[in-house]
């Protein structure tokens, strides 16, 4: 979550918003409740390859992929030996020195058709770690009261692992396939560098190449034991970075001048503080929040329904936005000024100011058109914006009408006793953007019922999965995935 395309961690975190409860560790590591009775799954009993997923992850766990510099050919190498065990062939796929990807392919049909292939992507690099603040070796995958430790335990190694069950599952089950299944392992999401899967796409497209990808981004939403809902990520917003720049006469402190850069960058951060964005509300945020007003408190929901309103739609936008700023930052562009420079000696006044902000817009916005309210509003001849030069694109998002979704949609729901599944608008950026842009129709789903505390470890400390929730992801996504690739 560093750098130009993610949010601030803890805004990730927070993707539902529930206010935080204490929650027993036994209600935590349970099941949810409203899982069913476990039918027979298509793909037959799981329980031995769901024993050997939660070794797959704590090997993954304990090769270090610290992302700088990644390391990732050690977690690919490990992964290329499970596969053969199992008697897939898979390939390596160098992107840089020490970081390659992976890919394997379950076929079809001898011709393969790329366009209805489905691509399970994960991450294989994780965020540092401050060891201080850990209450266990935090790459010695340690299983203590019903969770799993350490860094990558949810972003991304349990991903990572369940892909590889349900790829796995496939092969043992010796499904029929009505379309390609490709596994991918991606190096560098986490700096969005040189190795990241935009570098990949460009150089091993024809390897990859898929109309469907399964990814990380959403969530199950696990609240007081029960699953509250499922978000489905189907689109995201994107990330602008833009200097502000004041200009002015440098020259002794001692003798104050009117186009002093400091004071004119103050006053144009300040204005831009207080700008708020009009409301755009996209199909996807107004599915969501159709979706969601079903488990709020009537209050809330009431507005939530009213957001589209001609008479009461303006008064419902402030009180959701007002109530919660994952909310605000769905409905809008938002803007935050992150950084600010200036001035060398405190007693010389500086020729130029500079500051950062951090801009992200609804998909279908431009830059331009914010930039020329903020220039409106800034009014100052000394200050210019400057759009910062690796500005994410837009995407188109998922659409909501394939077999893809509506597969994710059935299997979740019945999977988790009838919660509402959401499509889901993040305000951070994932992989899934450049997939998108190569019309892939991607989703993301962390498959695991976490709750909001749990969530929160990840990029933090103590970084920790459910193992009950481990093993009801990995159930889930295969039954996802059997549903929408297995010839029946
Ligand atoms: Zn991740």
Not at 161 to 170: E, P
Request: cysteine-free; proline content about 6%; hydrophobic content about 45%.
């Amino acid at each position: 979550m560093n750098g130009l395309r993610r949010m601030p961690r803890l805004l990730l975190h927070a993707i539902a918003w529930l206010p935080l409860t204490t929650i027993s560790v036994a209600a935590q590591i349970a099941p949810p409740t409203n899982s069913l009775p476990a039918s027979q799954s298509p793909l037959g009993d799981l329980t031995s390859l769901t024993a050997d997923a939660k070794m797959w992850l704590q090997g993954l766990i304990k090769i270090n992929t610290t992302n700088p510099p990644g390391n990732e050919q050690l977690a690919a190498k490990y992964i290329l030996a499970v596969l053969q065990r199992e008697g897939i062939a898979a390939e390596e796929l160098p992107v840089t020195p020490g970081r390659t990807s992976v890919v394997a392919r379950l076929r079809s049909s001898a011709v393969a058709d790329p366009s209805r292939a489905l691509i399970l992507v994960a991450h294989m690099d994780v965020v540092g770690v401050d060891r201080a603040k850990w209450t266990v070796d935090p790459f010695a995958a340690i299983i203590k009261d019903g969770y799993l430790y350490g860094r990558g335990a949810i972003d991304n190694k349990a991903m990572l692992a369940s892909n590889l069950a349900t790829f796995i599952a496939l092969k043992r089950a010796n499904a029929r396939l009505n379309r390609d299944v490709i596994f991918l392992a991606t190096d560098d999401e986490e700096q969005f560098g040189d190795a990241s899967i935009k570098i990949l796409i460009a150089k091993y497209w024809d390897k990859i190449a898929a109309g469907f990808a399964l990814n990380e981004g959403g969530n199950v939403v696990l609240k007081n034991g029960k699953v509250q809902y499922i978000a489905v990520q189907a689109s995201e917003k994107v990330a602008v970075n833009v200097s502000v720049v004041a200009r002015g006469t440098s020259g002794h402190a001692s003798m104050p001048t009117k186009d002093n850069s400091v004071v004119h960058l103050s006053s144009a951060v300040a204005k831009i503080g207080g700008y708020v964005a009009p409301v755009h509300i996209t199909a996807i945020v107004r599915r969501y929040f159709e979706g969601i007003a079903a488990v709020e408190d009537d209050e809330i929901a009431k507005w939530m329904r009213s957001l589209d309103t001609a008479d009461r739609g303006e008064h419902a936008q402030r009180v959701i936005s007002d109530a919660n700023p994952q909310w605000n930052a769905m409905l809008r562009d938002t803007i935050s000024p992150t950084m600010l420079t200036a001035g060398i000696r405190p007693n010389v006044i500086p020729a130029e100011a500079r500051a950062t902000l951090n801009i992200r817009l609804l998909p279908g916005d431009t830059i331009d058109a914010l930039l020329g309210e903020l220039n409106k509003l800034i009014n100052d001849p000394l200050v210019r914006l400057e759009v910062q030069p690796d500005a994410g694109l837009a995407a188109p998002p998922s659409s909501l009408e394939n077999d893809f979704y509506a597969a994710i949609t059935k299997v979740a729901a019945q999977e988790y006793g009838g919660a509402p599944v959401l499509p889901y608008q993040s305000p951070w950026a994932t992989d899934s953007a450049q997939l998108r842009l190569h019309n892939v129709q991607s989703y993301g789903l962390w498959p695991f019922p976490l709750t909001q505390e749990d969530l929160k470890r990840m990029h933090g400390d103590d970084e920790r999965i459910p193992l009950a929730s481990f093993a009801k992801g990995i159930d889930v996504e295969s039954r996802i995935v059997a549903e929408f690739v297995m010839t029946k």
